[in-house]
């Protein structure tokens, strides 16, 4: 029987609140299905080592000892999903040596086209296999200021850009008012693939992409660094204190031996939920539009 529309946009609200906003594939997968397939996998699996068992004489050899057969290879369907999709949510699992692993592969870039390349090739991160897009950056990477966000967000994922759902609008609008836009600003965010349902990530995930991240600063070799938002600033000052104590002041960061000044800010998303914070805002925006000019007058200067 078919639903009627009630029922329909009440199932699609439900899928709403749980975090399920976007669609992943062109066409629909049967989770069941492969829930049902998975199970007689293993149900023909289990008969098939007990007849062993028994042709083996209990599955022992000589003294005893369990036989040492070759583990099968895994079932080509999973609840997870079907086939290389299943198997790929599988190795991205984070091992021990994951964080090692995006570390060497971040180094062995020699420039950005490569960085990027390396980022979307990357299986080792798990929120890879649930986002639509790799969202790499915009804006100009020639720009004296990068900014950093923590992750994208629904409209990111679709567009595979940073900042440029309601938040990315209030972003542009908020850099307008001290004379910039995407072409004199750097933007990317900490991770490249979006959290479902907008989740915050887990350290695990973080720490997985923090090598991108930082490779990615060092080729860019910004003069001033904006982390924006909380989870940004916390996550590249490798510190627990909150946004509203680190907002407004200056920090260094180390970056390809080099020391950066960087400017934690309030973060767009944060101003569109409370909005009489927006003065505080302008503060920061005032602070860093200050220190574009003092960088502008240096290198007049030196010119002369």
């Known amino acids: 029987m078919t639903p009627n529309p009630a029922d329909m946009a009440e199932i699609l609200a439900w899928y709403a609140d749980a975090g399920v906003d976007i669609a992943l594939d062109d066409a629909p997968i049967d989770r069941f299905e492969q829930s049902k397939q998975a199970a007689a996998a293993k149900a023909v699996k289990s008969a098939s080592s007990k007849a062993v068992a028994r042709a083996t004489g209990g599955g022992t050899a000589g003294g005893g000892q369990p036989t040492q057969r070759p583990s099968p290879p895994p079932s080509p369907t999973s609840p997870l999903g079907g086939g290389a999709a299943a198997a790929q949510m599988e190795r991205a699992i984070p091992d021990a040596g994951v964080v090692e692993r995006a570390r060497e592969l971040a180094t062995g870039a020699s420039d950005l086209a490569a960085l990027k390349a390396v980022v979307e090739s990357f299986d080792g991160c798990n929120l890879k296999f649930t986002a639509r897009s790799t969202v790499f950056a915009d804006g100009n990477p020639q720009a004296r200021i990068m900014l950093i966000g923590e992750a994208p967000g629904r409209d990111e994922d679709e567009q595979g850009l940073p900042f440029v759902g309601r938040s990315g609008q209030l ?134």
């Not at 693939?193 to 991240?213: H, K, M, Q, Y």
């Open 171 to 304: 972003l542009d609008k908020m850099l307008a008012a001290i004379g910039l836009d995407r072409t004199k600003v750097y933007i990317t965010n900490v991770l490249p693939w979006r959290p479902p349902g907008n989740r915050t990530p887990t350290s695990a995930e973080t720490d997985i992409c923090l090598p991108f991240v930082e490779r990615h600063i060092e080729l860019v070799a910004p003069d001033l660094l904006v982390f924006v938002g909380g989870s940004s600033a916390k996550t590249m000052l490798r510190t627990t204190t909150g946004i509203m104590s680190l907002r407004g002041k200056w920090q260094q960061v180390s970056i390809g031996g080099r020391e950066i000044p960087a400017m934690p800010c309030l973060h767009p998303a944060y101003l569109l939920r409370t909005p009489n914070h927006k003065a505080l805002a302008w503060r920061d925006l005032l602070a860093i539009q200050a220190r574009l000019a003092e960088l502008a007058a240096g290198d007049e200067s030196e010119a002369t």
